[in-house]
């Protein structure tokens, strides 16, 4: 079996074994936005604004898609820790094939359907004849890495349910990097315009896996031969299908909710517009450290799941919340004290730095509304109560519309705000308030003592 050590004894889940998954996931999490950082800037060097309009807008798109089929990683890393604490050896190696086949499979129905999919994202987008030719160009290059950059997620998704965050880690920092050195070398060298930035991240992306697949070999050793059997075992691909789909609803879900932020704040106008796209900046940045959390709470879950120990799950939820809530503090205050200033430096129109300046409490106040809802929701994917967190999502959207929908009238886009804060609240809480009757289902009464 090589390197995957199975769980064996009791599990003592620690401050050091959480910062011990956090921390390089974090950083991983990070470089992700860099890349779509030195794509613009570097197309933004030609001085052609339709070709940023059509990279932007090709982002969008693939951002959406892949979204969409993040459940691969999560679902992944969830059935995968389970698998360790159970100390299956041969189900953490098929758990691999297993995403490995789920994500090819994905990524070449998006190839087939690639033309109807572009087709419905331009009907939506409304983007100018130049802008749109720019996004196809982009687009139908880029679309081609789709079965590997599927394949990627899941990779990913079982390093990770192993607690090999650093294997996650080097696998990021490999792909993104690459992607970066070669935007730089094929779009402003090579001169190949925005069919350079596509290649680049084609190419990373197989760079990627074949990193991932390289530590996947050392990782498992020489157990990592699959039993076809038992990789296509109709109750386990059935187990994953349906964990993925509900993981796949909530992503849905999500995305509708801040496709929903934006275009009511948009009947407010652009400059409204604008100074919210800013404002939301915020929360998508916290976004990126409090997933380091909510990843190890996925694993440490999963371990103490499939282990059958209540007290490691237990402390898992304590832990993960504690330093969810202590990070969250910390970009609250960051927020507080320089808010303004990163409003400057976002933007040098007056007029949206005014306006984001009114409604800047609710960019304060996000992490801390947030932070309940990520590390609850990793929780639910490590213990693969998905379900719940599924049902949970919808009840939280309809919570969120029906505040819109009272507050609108008399706080206008402050009202916006307050409802979206309350359902980032929401979310967390729901998830909270079930989780010991829903532990204590999965637990019983055969628990081991940590």
Not at 10 to 39: C, F, K, N, S
Not at 195 to 204: D, H, K, L, Q, R
Not at 326 to 345: E, H, M, R
């Amino acid at each position: 079996m090589g390197g995957v050590i199975p769980t064996a004894g009791d599990i003592q889940v620690t401050h050091g074994r959480v910062l011990g998954i956090a921390v390089p996931m974090t950083l991983a999490y990070l470089t992700t936005p860099l890349v779509g950082i030195v794509d613009m800037a570097v197309i933004g060097q030609l001085g052609d604004a339709t070709l940023l309009g059509g990279i932007a807008v090709g982002a969008i798109i693939f951002s959406i898609v892949f979204t969409s089929f993040n459940f691969l990683r999560s679902g992944t890393t969830g059935l995968t820790a389970q698998a360790l604490g159970a100390g299956d050896k041969q189900e953490i190696n098929d758990i691999a094939w297993r995403a490995l086949g789920l994500g090819v499979s994905a990524g070449l129905i998006i190839v087939v359907l690639q033309v109807p999919i572009f087709l419905t994202a331009m009907y939506f987008m409304g983007a100018s004849d130049q802008v749109r030719a720019a996004t196809s160009e982009y687009f139908y290059i880029r679309v081609l890495a789709a079965p590997v950059s599927l394949a990627n997620f899941a990779v990913l998704g079982w390093l990770l349910g192993l607690g090999r965050a650093s294997a996650g880690l080097v696998i990021q920092v490999i792909l993104n990097g690459t992607n970066m050195a070669l935007c730089v070398w094929f779009v402003l060298y090579l001169d190949w315009g925005i069919a350079g930035a596509a290649w680049s991240t084609v190419i990373a992306e197989i760079v990627g896996l074949v990193t991932g697949l390289g530590l996947v070999a050392i990782t498992s050793g020489s157990g990592l031969a699959p039993r076809l059997a038992r990789v296509v075992a109709p109750d386990k691909v059935m187990r994953m299908v349906s964990l993925n789909r509900d993981i796949m609803i909530r992503s849905f879900a999500l995305i509708f909710a801040f496709t929903m932020f934006t275009s009511i704040g948009a009947r407010s106008g652009d400059v409204v517009l604008a100074a919210n796209a800013v404002l939301m900046n915020f929360f998508f940045f916290s976004g990126f450290f409090l997933d380091g959390f909510a990843t190890a709470a996925e694993q440490l879950a999963g371990v103490a799941v499939g282990a059958r120990q209540r007290p490691a799950f237990d402390q898992t939820v304590r832990l993960t919340i504690l330093w969810g809530f202590g990070l969250a503090g910390v970009l609250t205050g960051v927020y507080f004290f320089f808010g303004v200033d990163l409003i400057n430096l976002v933007t040098s129109a007056d007029n949206v730095r005014g306006v984001a300046q009114d409604y800047l409490v609710w960019a304060i106040v996000t992490p801390l509304a947030g932070v309940l809802a990520f590390q609850m929701d990793g929780i639910f994917i490590g213990a693969t109560w998905s379900r719940d967190m599924r049902n949970m999502m919808l009840a939280s959207l309809a919570v969120y519309v029906i505040s819109w929908w009272l507050l609108a009238p008399y706080l206008g886009n402050h009202g916006l705000w307050l409802a979206l804060v309350i359902f980032l609240g929401i979310r967390g809480i729901t998830l909270l308030a079930i989780t010991k009757t829903r532990a204590d289902e999965t637990f019983g009464t055969g628990v081991k003592s940590a």
